[in-house]
């Protein structure tokens, strides 16, 4: 369980070492494997969570969730066949999963099986007749088998059933810009771009239907904002450059392709117009370094040997100008080059693989406009999100560990963690609102010293000393997501200390981190909530002045949707110590839940200012919204 408790909230390698125990110690069990086997795969240990699905499956071969997980796993392997396998299984069990039909077909897709593909998405629509993704899927499928009408047709029918769906409104622009019919699919992306605001190669699309309506100023707005999202995008710094190139703009242009030749060191395309731009600009030389690249591998291009020459000649070199000119005129060329570069080609693109140097000054599209495959799972995105959504930062803690980062400078302060830890002369405590991932070596670390001090606690049978020890003992075990255990050391700290502030503050973080846990299981936590709200209560009477239980204080109201009293504490909070981002950046959360945006948005810009960055992003959405 506790291992659990720690996979709920990411630690995913301290986790792991909890499963490890426990399966050391029951190794016929199957759900220590299976839980091990979740934790791999956060970390993209898709193999090593394979094998563990299967030492779970030998266990208990009748758990739907194992088979969904490998056959997850083997995708992410590219092991399409042998995932199939897991769904026909697991639908053994379970033939009312929509997910399971969802994924098999996916992978039906992906091993070219279109026919078998097709035949599954019937039966689906017999029992799901309106589950819009079913008609995407026999779109992708129609279009592969190049029958763009009837994938029209489905898509259609999708986007009637569900037209919030982003992915699907951006495979119908691409058919829309495969028949060259620019306004339409730019319709079509702008619907898209409303609904996944964050997706590269929307812009990227986008941008190309823009060009081809001659919407310079629109296409370049695109591919900028596509590159801000995906700084590593081929095409995005492609395209952008040759369009640099056509406005004028040489030296950024420049920029672009210095950045493709990096990706992409011998891409010719980019070499020749990286050459073209520094002629312009007068870089002679390198220019020269370029062309003759591109000349080393197309020694027919005549227009490329025409532009060297003339960079010869510009830089006195006539014997070399001279040689290239007579292998033009030793070919009677027909055609008469300019010095200045061509616009570039109205309404023609070149796939990306395609390295007709003729073909240089072409916007680039991908070889093909793959489908971006969403495949269900309980296991997408952050562990915590599956239940319930989170937007508040997380309670200020007692820690042994404190992070720190540039951005984030604030350090926490009280007289009382600074009275104790002078008075306990052992690892002093520190105030954190986040807690770090542990690895192995730390948490072997934790457990040494949780060793360590229980032998102190023995030795001190009871008298004085016995209470700081149970204090570090209790903030170790929260290290390592053993809440129990803390609360435990808390509560027998409390009989003997009834005004220790920090045991009360400690309590009731250990016991609202339990409860958070334990709600994502379903288990009502409405008794237990009142536990955490009675022992901030009484640090606070102890601590009047102590911001933090404040803050701690703001997050249960909020977390209980009882916002106006969440306010009241976070601006207590404020006026105790103006300096906590977090506490700004909270008291914004709940002001956007109250429908006060402004508020909200003054909030997080002053968490923001304080160094907590992540704010700037719910501002940007809230403002678009």
Known sequence: MIGRSALYYEDYVLSIQYFNQAISAKPYLYEPWYFRGIAKFYLDDYRGAESDCTEAIERNPYVVGLYELRGLCRINQKKYAAAIEDYTKALRYDPESQNLWHNRILCRIQEKDYDRGLAEIDTMLQHWSRYARAYSMQAEIYLLQKDTTRAVKSLDKSLELDPYDGG?????????????????????????????????????????????????????????????????????????????????????????????????????????????????TGDLRGAIRDYSKVIEEFPNFWFGLEHRASCYRRLGNTKQAELDEFRILKAQMDKRYGGKQPRLSKRQMRRKSDTDPDKYNQLVVADEQEVEHEYKSDYRGKVQNRKVEVGLLPMFALSFYAVRDEMHTYIPFDKDVEGFNLQSKSKPLQISCTQPTINEDRMHRHIAFIDS?????????????????????????????????????????????????????????????????????????????????????????????????????????????????????????????????????????????????????????????????????????????
Request: aromatic residues 10%.
């Open 168 to 280: 699907i409104w951006a495979e119908r622009a691409i058919i829309s810009l495969a028949r060259q019919k620019w306004k339409e699919g730019e319709g079509f992306l702008d619907k898209s771009i409303h609904l996944l605001p964050k997706h590269a190669g929307n812009y990227i699309n986008r941008a190309l239907a823009r060009y081809n309506q001659n919407n310079l100023r629109g296409a370049m707005a695109d591919y900028d904002t596509a590159l801000d999202l995906d700084p590593n995008n081929f095409l995005g710094h492609y395209n952008r450059g040759l369009l640099r190139a056509q406005v004028g703009d040489d030296n950024r242009g420049i920029e672009d392709f210095d950045f493709v030749l990096r990706l992409e060191p011998n891409d010719l395309m980019a070499l020749f117009n990286r050459a073209l731009l520094l002629e312009q």
């Open 453 to 625: 001090v229980t032998m102190a606690i023995a030795d001190a049978r009871g008298d004085e000393r016995v209470k700081p020890l149970l204090m570090l003992r209790a903030v170790a075990y929260s290290g390592i997501q053993n809440f129990d255990n803390a609360i435990d050391d808390l509560s027998t700290l409390q009989q003997l200390d009834s005004a220790s502030v920090l045991a009360y503050w400690q309590r009731a973080v250990c016991q609202a981190k339990l409860n958070e846990f334990n709600a994502s299981q379903g288990t009502n936590i409405e008794l237990k909530s009142a536990n955490v709200l009675s022992d901030l209560c009484e640090a606070l009477k102890f601590a009047p002045h102590n911001p933090y239980l404040y803050y701690n204080r703001g997050c249960l109201y909020a977390q209980r949707k009882d916002y106006q009293r969440a306010i009241d504490d976070f601006n207590r909070a404020i006026e105790l110590d103006g300096n906590i981002p977090e506490t700004y950046y909270n008291r914004g959360i709940v002001y956007l839940h109250s429908e006060k945006t402004a508020e909200g948005i003054a909030d997080l810009s002053k968490a923001g200012e304080l160094g907590l960055y992540d704010a700037y992003s719910i501002i940007k959405k809230y403002r678009e919204k």
